[in-house]
């Protein structure tokens, strides 16, 4: 077991505050990938229940359960044919009741990802839909006819390669699918979708779900007109995953997504949420060149989102000093009473102790400045450990999106393979059988129960800084400012209620000195071995070390 009691861990002053998500962490959970409890080789619900133990002494204050929707699984989950029950695969509505039961007994809220601007070929709403022209749910999804000489109606394309319309011999149209030609769009200009889809909300909310998670929240609408996307200069094609090798990232995506529609629509769903409470939503803005401009008009006012994430540390290009604060600094321009969530890794992309090439050092040094955002965090399971992205053969592939695009890109695979919880067998203690993805050898020596009984571990650390965070108010709600990067020292003030922080972060790998704002400091942070600051008020920072010193003003 830890050495940390998670029954003295502080805890937000009220946990059912309206606004309880405003500086909250977040856990996100594959549950594919979690923990296995029968034993044929994909993690379920109960398997989450099993493990809500170990996600409550880590210290987060909610977990984000990926898709389990009822689903054919094209692309695991993300092609929802039934929203409203869970599919076999990953237990019962029973188990679901169960697990969030366990979780709010834990003190953990609950939050699921809802996948509104498609579903699967699959769902009855389509499979209606794509009979003829004439039936009930004939406008349900995005049918256009094609052009004079039978080609498609523009030229928008697939995320996953190829265009992003499919032809349907018995209505003679085409459908739009900006994913999968298994996942069609829905038509959001008919208020009939709309309703159905809040009415699947209201279902979730019924039992018990703390929040959601919005997937793909910027691309509800499509163009009435359905007008061409123009080409994207060469220069701005910064896309996080795949910019390389998909065509897609050869357009603005002017017409096909971000429409103005969109938020109307948002605001009936915040305004279905506030009917229920403390409840809140994050929504994914998958845009490379716009999503910091459209998440602060996503959650501008109290009428739309709580919160959302953009792609920016995301990104594959490496996290600076300097980064960070051009990145706070447009956030504060774009969004200025909005909301981010802020995470470094999640099961679209590669995971970050790879992608940016991290010592165990280095990773111990960003969630230490993590915890010191101005904004709420999402960690991906498994970053705790230290996890870094595995090497999937090409023959063990599950990722359409990786098999489509092999060798140059190989998928979102290696981020998603099981959680490694026990060294003592070549399944890591996820299941007795073999993994639908397979365990990474390098992983097993960063399991959980190893990490659990050395205090110097990764996970550990995490603990002691969600801990931190928590203690102190100024890191969960206050304002930032003098934002500054210095070589490659991170620093920033927190404010919050007459208490001032300074924070800095030496973020390489070479010793660096700085000297504190003139003013009498409290050093802070001893459990995450932060510098101590000079008398004289300069502070030495070995590499990848933090400073939190407090005043009162």
């Known amino acids: 077991m830890s050495n940390l009691d998670p029954n003295t861990l502080p805890r937000p002053s009220d946990s059912n505050a309206t606004d309880w998500w405003r500086g909250a962490t977040i856990y996100q959970i594959y549950p594919r990938s979690f923990q296995d409890s029968n034993d044929d080789g994909i993690g379920d619900l109960p398997g989450i229940t099993q493990r809500l133990g170990y996600i409550a002494e880590l210290g987060v204050d909610a977990i984000w359960i990926s898709p389990f929707f009822t689903s054919p699984m094209k692309d695991f989950g993300y092609d929802v044919s039934d929203y409203c029950d869970v599919d076999p695969m990953f237990g019962t509505l029973t188990d679901f009741d169960a697990l969030v039961a366990e979780a709010h007994d834990k003190g953990v809220k609950v939050m699921i990802d809802l996948v509104l601007s498609h579903t699967s070929d699959q769902h009855l709403w389509f499979r209606e839909s794509a009979k003829d022209r004439t039936n009930d749910k004939a406008d349900w999804y995005v049918w256009a006819d094609p052009k004079p000489d039978g080609t498609p109606p523009n030229n928008w394309l697939s995320i996953f390669g190829g265009p992003a319309w499919t032809w349907c011999p018995a209505r003679e149209q085409y459908y739009l699918h900006n994913f999968l030609k298994s996942q069609p769009d829905l038509n959001f200009h008919n208020p009939d979708v709309q309703d159905a889809l809040l009415a699947a909300t209201r279902f979730w909310l019924e039992r018990g779900v703390d929040g959601f998670r919005l997937d793909t929240i910027n691309f509800y609408f499509a163009d009435k007109e359905l007008r061409d996307n123009p080409a994207l200069p ?13 065509p897609y990232n050869h357009q603005e995506h002017l017409y096909s997504k971000n429409q103005p529609e969109n938020i ?39 009428k739309r989102m709580q919160m959302c994430y953009a792609f920016e540390f995301l990104s594959k290009e490496p996290l600076t000093a300097q980064a960070v604060v051009d990145v706070l600094t447009r956030l504060d321009t774009h969004a200025p009473d909005g909301w981010a969530c802020w995470a470094f890794s999640n099961h679209d992309v590669m995971r970050h102790a790879s992608r940016w090439d991290l010592s165990p050092q280095a990773q111990r040094g960003f969630i230490s400045m993590m915890i010191a955002l101005r904004g709420t965090l999402c960690l991906y ?67 959980a129960a190893a990490q659990e009984r050395d205090v110097t571990s990764l996970l550990q650390h995490y603990r002691r800084a969600l801990a931190f965070r928590k203690a102190h108010t100024a890191l969960i709600k206050g304002a930032h400012a003098n934002l500054n990067a210095q070589n490659d020292v991170l620093s ?40 101590t600051p000079l008398p004289d008020g300069t502070l030495h920072l070995r590499p990848w070390q933090p400073c939190f010193a407090r005043r009162t003003t």
Request: net charge negative.
């Open 381 to 447: 399971q498994g970053e705790e450990l230290g996890l870094e992205e595995a090497d999937v053969a090409f023959d063990d592939l599950q990722d359409p999106y990786g098999i489509e695009f092999w060798p140059e890109y190989k998928g979102r695979d290696g981020c998603r393979t099981p959680m490694v919880w026990t060294h003592s067998n070549s399944n890591g203690g996820f299941s007795e059988a073999k993994p639908w993805l397979p365990v990474a050898a390098p992983h097993l020596q960063k399991a």
């Open 264 to 302: 109307a629509f948002l605001e009936r769903f915040r305004a279905l949420l506030d009917a229920y409470g403390a409840r809140a939503a994050v929504g994914e803005v998958g845009d490379a060149q716009k999503g910091l401009e459209i998440l602060g008009d996503y959650t501008s006012g109290d």
């Open 234 to 246: 060469p220069e701005k094609r910064n896309a996080t995953i795949a910019p390389s090798v998909n």
């Open 492 to 531: 920033l003030h927190r404010l919050h209620d007459g208490t001032e922080m300074f924070c800095a972060f030496n973020l390489s790998e070479t010793a660096q000195t700085i000297t504190l704002p003139t003013g009498t400091w409290e050093p802070l942070g001893d459990s995450l071995d932060c510098a």
